[in-house]
């Protein structure tokens, strides 16, 4: 009996605590002001009723770095990284993995657990690594990174299954006359998964960025080895403007900084101790804006047979948010504009994109179960019992799907740009309106800037010298 | 905080409260209680995880420290050589403490007595201050035998890991070398590879 009544209690705070505060997403893309910053991260980290969410805690950890807090924030990656590889390491067959293909199939997408896309997957390495960088372990930086290519290969495996299971649920709903390879017209996502910068990928999960970042965290982590070519070769097959990263000194402008000084009277004279080399290698990256947040768009049509309806519910993207459009860097010899290596947004629309005809087979699947049940309701209870059952469906569906969420906080751009400039100079970088300035060390080899470009008021720079 | 949020953190309370009271005999904390805590063969196997563990650091530590002790520039040396141990480069996919590996051979070569230790370059400064306390005036000499080293070892982790639908397979190589500083010549290397394999369950949660 006692035993009993634990088991009901227990349920009880189960389900108590599934209603506990938690903030939305749309709540949370609003509140990354300067102003508000601090507030939401405090209630974010407060927020105990997403903790096993994969999203919750690449959203934390985002927040945390742009904070400058970077041992917390590679905690909270650590933290979706062991959620990701529980996942990956489940049974062939997993009881867990069933019960949400059978739920998502027939019930609601929402009831699939959200453990990212591989865009998502690459990305939480780049960004760790990048903590690591900061806190000056450009070894674990260099970890990090190859990380990020391990973890492509489940994706890779997983997404090889996806297509197979597209392909079937294509195969029976066609068996059944349902069309599934024609998007329906209403979908807000039609237009934006034709645009160029998706036809243009190669693939859903690699990104130049990463592999140029990469590449550069090896030579500093390991100088006299050349392990970031291979990065860099990948990086530049991805893009060709990778090659826009890398800028030298003129030749002039270093001789001019080493060149002994001309007295007023026309001797030279010899400059006061002057070093070896004045130069120093200037890495900056700009993490920018945040990427577009998945929601569940319903296409609701009603169905002959009476008052009731059901609704082909498919994933979708609100648009990114406090993004830069372009960067500009300048030193006393150099004006630089590097090339937009990252954008997250193109990649989550591919991803959708190769998705789709899996996501309308089985939004399909699940508008006919619906209509069936709604049409069971009507034949026994009458129309308004059928529009009862379509109502009661459809707020059930919309409540699970709130629960689908994505990393809403990645960022959406990625610019990186690595230069030579002399020591102790200050360097400008424009974003948009906003410019900032940085001054140079004069006793380092190099350093690594990291903005991070929240909002336009929320703005911060971090730097580590090597 | 809403009213609702409220009376779940007191459910919470009171319900955690109740069902502890039942099922506690003792906790961590409890001095003379039974706890989970035991204490362990250090020295056992351990397969909690496939990821670089304590097994692999032990084992990697003996095998390397016994090859180098072997080699004749070591066992043969008319006096003990004066060593320098660099870091470990950690090149695989774990955030492994590689520092661990050359503390672990430190020791092991030192209780050979068959090798001398200097300083590592990074703790060298930290010497220096230390020399500077108790000595006032340091020849260069003296300055030349702490930073002098017969020869430098050096090493590497590296890993492969490779995974399909039933297993996953990873491999450890632990190589390292002592080399002589003045010629940069390779006198001596040695490996020591790990493979450990997980099969995943064919039915589970």
Same mark, same amino acid.
């Given at each position: 009996m006692a035993n009993k009544l634990k088991i009901i209690s227990f349920s009880l705070l189960c389900a108590l605590q599934i209603n506990a505060a938690s903030i939305n997403s749309d709540t949370l893309r609003a509140s990354l002001s300067k102003p508000q910053f601090e507030q939401t991260l405090t209630t974010l980290c407060a927020d105990t009723s997403d903790q096993d969410e994969f999203w919750y805690w690449l959203n934390l950890a985002r927040m945390q770095q742009a904070n400058g807090d970077f041992n917390s924030s590679i905690g909270s990656f650590q933290k979706s990284f062991n959620i990701l590889d529980e996942y990956e390491s489940r049974a062939k067959v997993s009881l867990r993995n069933v019960g949400s293909l059978l739920g998502s199939a027939l019930l609601s997408k929402g009831a699939e657990s959200y453990y990212g896309k591989g865009y998502e997957r690459t990305l939480m390495h780049t960004l760790n690594a990048l903590n690591y960088a900061m806190l000056g372990n450009f070894e674990g930086a260099s970890v990090e990174m190859r990380r990020m290519e391990q973890r492509q290969e489940f994706w890779l495996s997983e997404t090889e299954e996806k297509i197979k299971e597209a392909a079937e649920e294509k195969a029976k709903a066609e068996k059944e006359?349902?069309?599934?390879?024609t998007i329906p017209s209403?979908?807000?996502m039609s237009a934006m998964l034709e645009d160029e910068s998706v036809r243009k /990928?190669?693939?859903?999960? !690699?990104?130049p960025f990463s592999y140029t970042l990469s590449s550069i965290i090896s030579s500093i982590a390991f100088p006299s080895e050349n392990l970031g070519e291979v990065s860099l070769k990948r990086a530049l097959s991805l893009n060709p403007d990778v090659s826009k990263v890398f800028v030298k000194l003129p030749a002039s402008a270093t001789a001019a900084a080493s060149a002994p000084k001309v007295t007023a009277k026309g001797k030279k004279g010899t400059p006061p101790e002057a070093p070896k080399s004045t130069k120093m290698d200037i890495t900056v990256v700009v993490l920018a804006g945040e990427a577009p947040a998945v929601t569940i768009e319903k296409i609701r049509f009603p169905l002959f047979n009476g008052a009731n309806y059901t609704s082909i519910d498919l994933p979708a993207f609100t648009p990114p948010i406090n993004d830069i459009s372009v960067v500009t860097i300048a030193t006393d010899k150099l004006r630089l504009q590097p090339p937009? /290596?990252? !954008?997250t947004n193109a990649l989550a629309y591919k991803t959708l994109k190769d998705e789709l005809i899996g996501e309308l087979s089985k939004a399909v699947v699940r508008a006919t179960t619906k209509a069936i049940i709604a049409k069971q309701a009507s034949d026994n209870f009458g129309a308004f019992g059928g529009l009862m059952a379509s109502l009661a469906m459809d707020v059930g569906s919309s409540m699970a799907d709130s +629960?689908?969420?994505?990393?809403?906080? /990645?960022?959406n751009s990625g610019y990186l740009s690595k230069f030579e400039a002399l020591q102790g100079e200050t360097f400008t970088i424009t974003m948009n309106d906003r410019q900032e300035s940085f001054t140079l060390p004069k006793d380092k080899k190099g350093v690594l800037v990291l903005v991070s470009y929240i909002t336009n008021d929320n703005i911060r720079i971090d730097h580590v010298a090597y | 905080m809403t009213t609702f949020t409220k009376l779940s953190l007191t459910t919470t309370l009171l319900l955690s409260s109740f069902m502890m009271s039942g099922c506690?005999? +003792?906790?961590?904390?409890?001095?003379g209680a039974s706890s989970n805590v035991k204490y362990g063969d250090a020295k056992a196997a351990e397969t909690v995880t496939a990821d670089f563990g304590s097994t692999d650091l032990q084992s990697t530590a003996e095998t390397l420290t016994q090859s180098l002790l072997e080699s004749r520039y070591i066992a043969k040396a008319q006096q003990p050589p004066k060593v320098r141990l660099r870091a470990v480069n950690n090149l695989t996919y774990e955030h492994i403490d590689t520092k661990a590996i050359t503390d672990k051979i430190r020791i092991k070569l030192l209780k050979s007595g068959q090798v001398r230790f200097l300083a590592d370059t990074a703790n060298l400064n930290q010497v220096n201050d230390e020399r500077d306390l108790t000595t006032t005036a340091t020849t260069k000499t003296k300055m030349k035998a702490m930073t002098d080293s017969d020869y430098i070892i050096t090493g590497n982790v590296r890993s492969i890991k490779k995974a399909n639908d039933d297993m996953k397979d990873v491999y450890y190589n632990v190589s390292m070398e002592l080399v002589d500083p003045q010629s940069g010549e390779i006198l001596w290397a040695d490996e020591k590879e790990i493979r450990k394999v997980t099969a995943k369950s064919s039915v589970g949660w």
């Open positions: 006359g349902n069309n599934v390879s209403e979908y807000s /990928l190669a693939n859903n999960y !690699q990104d937009r /290596l990252l !954008q +629960g689908y969420r994505n990393w809403e906080l /990645l960022p | 506690a005999t +003792g906790g961590a904390g409890m001095v």
